[in-house]
């Protein structure tokens, strides 16, 4: 079946803009995650959601951060006055349920100018 | 603040020999250990999951957990120029969240 798709699958945008990021999990999948990984490092985790709801959002670096998954399904990843420090590549994750293994989108590269 | 530990790399196998991984971590209640292996400009890919104490093996591959010492690692018998990649170590706790918290990851260099 599809895995986790994300869109777009780079972004070039300018200090201060708006960026909205998309992931679409497996079908049935309840849990989504968002992780963001910078070059030669692991993924940091951002936020998690179990159905629609945020259940832990502690890895979000700031209040310009912010995440919806209103259906409990489709997830966007919104970002507010962007800046340099904000260039990485954004990671979604589903799993079946929370506790349960996690696949990974093919990710966003986000590139802020 | 939970910690997960991998050695940089690069780590440099000939093909055909065992390449050994290792990871630790500093939450002793942690419950679920995974490896991903990343290739360049790729995502992560799940290659092994492991829960309890002992060996879990799959095909070339080989997980190690002990959790009195904190550490797991990764055994891949004979090695290809294929697994060349970055392998990634993660950890996840369920009752402190229930997000993966990542090593660095290991460089591994595969030569023919």
């Known amino acids: 079946g599809a895995g986790v798709s994300q869109t777009p699958s780079n972004k070039v945008t300018e200090k201060g803009k708006y960026v909205e990021l998309r992931c679409d999990p497996i079908?049935?999948?309840?849990?989504l995650y968002w992780y963001r990984q910078s070059l030669g490092q692991g993924p940091e985790f951002l936020i998690y959601?179990?159905?629609?709801?945020?259940?832990?959002d502690s890895g979000l670096p700031n209040d310009r951060f912010f995440a919806v998954r209103p259906e409990g399904s489709v997830s966007t990843l919104k970002i507010q006055r962007t800046e340099r420090g904000d260039s990485a590549v954004y990671l979604c994750?589903?799993?079946?349920?929370?506790?349960?293994?996690?696949?990974f989108g093919p990710g966003t590269r986000l590139l802020v100018l | 603040q939970k910690e997960v530990e991998q050695n940089s790399g690069p780590l440099s196998v000939p093909e055909g020999a065992i390449a050994s991984l290792n990871c630790t971590y500093s939450d002793r209640v942690s419950q679920s250990f995974f490896w991903y292996r990343q290739y360049s400009g790729k995502s992560p890919e799940l290659i092994m999951s492991?829960?309890?104490?002992g060996d879990k093996e799959d095909g070339r591959f080989t997980a190690q957990l002990n959790k009195a010492s904190q550490y797991v690692s990764l055994l891949i018998r004979d090695s290809q120029p294929s697994d060349s990649a970055t392998y990634l170590c993660?950890?996840?706790?369920?009752?402190?969240?229930?997000?993966?918290?990542f090593g660095g990851g290991t460089r591994l260099m595969v030569k023919p």
């Open positions: 492991i829960y309890s104490n």
């Open positions: 959601f179990q159905g629609t709801g945020a259940a832990d």
């Open positions: 994750a589903s799993s079946l349920n929370i506790q349960e293994t996690q696949y």
């Open positions: 993660a950890v996840l706790t369920y009752n402190a969240g229930n997000m993966l918290t």
């Open positions: 079908s049935g999948h309840t849990a």
